[in-house]
Each structure stands twice: as structure tokens, then as C-alpha cells.
């Protein structure tokens, strides 16, 4: 919530996502906000994703001379479809999770393309995030 809210009043666009996401409605979250923030809220399941890994690898990564990272999914039900089957990312990603990132193998290149920050609020912490006060 203090994420979201943060980047909305710097008029930043946001595609928010909470609990569960598989890998084709996560690309068309990023054919719908290729120029925005991506937030994945409580998706710990996708860490464990190889597919959902390899988009993310795709949306953080970083090509020579340019800030447009190139994202595919090509599917013959897409096509069909007439869905768009890649995107031009200019966005970010925020993922908020439980689970750390690196806890596995398939972690290490997500780790190389990202900026992990790990909070353990106190309890009085929390009540001042509750009741929508910044922390100081």
C-alpha cells in the first residue's frame, strides 16, 4: 500500500499485482505499462517460477546503448488471439515478498539485475506504517 501510494503521488504509473500471478498475465501487465512500475505484492510462488524468472530477467536486464529491454512471449494462442507476443520495457519491477530473494539457485542472475532490501520492522514501527505515517 505505501509503495503503491508513494509512486502514484510522484505520478508515476503503476500495475499492481497481489497474491497469485502466472507468466502470461504478468507479460500483460508489462504490454500494458511498458513505460511503469511493475508491483508484485506477495507472490513469494514466483521465485520458484523458471518461466516467470526468465521475464523477469528479460523486464531487468539491460541492453548495450539503450534503456528498452526487449520482453517475449510467443504462443500460438496469443497469435490467434492477435495479443501482443513482445514488449518494449522501459519500466521497473518492485517485487515485495516474505521469502528472500537468492535463496536458490535460479535466484543468483535475478540478484545481479536487482537491489534487495530486506526490512524487519519493529512493532512500533509497524503501527506508525499503519496508520500511514512515513518511517524515520
Known sequence: YTVTKTLEAMGVKVSYNNGHVNHEPLFDMFCDNPSGIIILDDVSHILGDKRILNMLLAALGSQA???VRKITYKSSR???LG???EVDFTGGVIIISNISIGSHILHQPL???TFPHEHDLTD???KVVERGEPLK
Open 83 to 85: 495479443k501482443p507476443e
Open 124 to 126: 512500533e514501527e509497524i
Open 111 to 113: 540478484l545481479g539485475r
Open 65 to 67: 546503448d539503450s534503456d
Open 78 to 80: 496469443r497469435k490467434a
